[in-house]
C-alpha cells in the first residue's frame, strides 16, 4: 500500500462521521471498477447507489467505506464510516485537503483543451517536484473534490481542471479549489447548448 493519506479519526472529525473500527488509507474512490488497494471506498448515491458495491470495494481491497447506512452486503466487520452524507463527506475531504495542502494549485478551465493542457501542464511541472493531477477529465462536483481528497499535502503541484455543462458550475469548484494560479485555455461556442452567447459563457 501507498503512503497513508487519511486516517480514520481524522476522517471522521472532517466529515462528522462515525467509524466502525480503526483505520488507514491511501487513496480515496468512487468507483469499484477503478479502486486500488488501500483507498477510501465514497459510496455515492449518483445514477446508481454505491452501497450496493460495498463488498466489491472491500474484495478489490478498499481500505474503509464511507457511507450513510450499513449495507446488507456489507463484509462483517470491515471499517465502515457512517455519515448523514456521503457526497457532503466527499465535499469534506476535499476541502480538508485543500486547506492541509501548501504546494501550488493550479485551476484549468475553458471551452476546449482543458485535458490535454492539463497533461502537458503536469509533464512540465514534474521536472520541479510530485504532481497530482486530476484523472483523465474529472473537471465537475465529483471528480474537483475526488482531486482535492486525493493530493498528499506534501506534493509540490496540484493540478485541478475545472469544467461545466450548465450556469452556476464553476464558481462552487473554483471555491472549493482555491487555485493560486488560474489558466482559461479558450472561451468559445462550445457550452451555447446552455448559454444563449459565448459572452454569457465567458462570464461564467
Known amino acids: 500500500m501507498k503512503n497513508a493519506l487519511w486516517n480514520s479519526k481524522e476522517v471522521a472529525e472532517v466529515t462528522g462521521g462515525k467509524n466502525t473500527v480503526d483505520w488507514t488509507a491511501s487513496g480515496v474512490s468512487i468507483d469499484t471498477r477503478t479502486l ?14 454505491g452501497h450496493d458495491f460495498v463488498a466489491e470495494g472491500f474484495r478489490q481491497g478498499a481500505a474503509a467505506a464511507i457511507v450513510s ?3 446488507n452486503n456489507a463484509p462483517r466487520g470491515k471499517p465502515l464510516l457512517i455519515v448523514k452524507d456521503v457526497r457532503l ?3 469534506a475531504l476535499a476541502s480538508f485537503g485543500r486547506r492541509r495542502f501548501k504546494g501550488k494549485v493550479i485551476g484549468i478551465t475553458g471551452s476546449v483543451g482543458k485535458t490535454s493542457s492539463k497533461e502537458m501542464l503536469a509533464t512540465v511541472l514534474s521536472c520541479f517536484g510530485k504532481v497530482t493531477a486530476s484523472e483523465k477529465s474529472f473537471n465537475n462536483h465529483l471528480g474537483v473534490p ?5 493530493t498528499p499535502p506534501d506534493d509540490k503541484f496540484m493540478i485541478v481542471e475545472i469544467g461545466m ?3 452556476k458550475e ?3 469548484l473554483s471555491e472549493l479549489a482555491r487555485p ?9 461556442e462550445a457550452h451555447l447548448a446552455s448559454f444563449r452567447n ?3 459563457i465567458a462570464k461564467e
Do not use: H, M
Open 36 to 49: 486500488e488497494k488501500g483507498d477510501i471506498f465514497v459510496a455515492l448515491t449518483q445514477n446508481r447507489d
Open 180 to 188: 493560486d494560479i488560474a489558466l482559461i485555455t479558450d472561451v468559445s
Open 165 to 167: 455543462s450548465n450556469r
Open 170 to 172: 464553476i464558481a462552487p
Open 89 to 91: 463527506a466527499l465535499r
Open 69 to 71: 447506512y450499513i449495507p
Open 146 to 150: 475526488l482531486t482535492l481528497a486525493r
Open 198 to 200: 459565448v459572452k454569457q
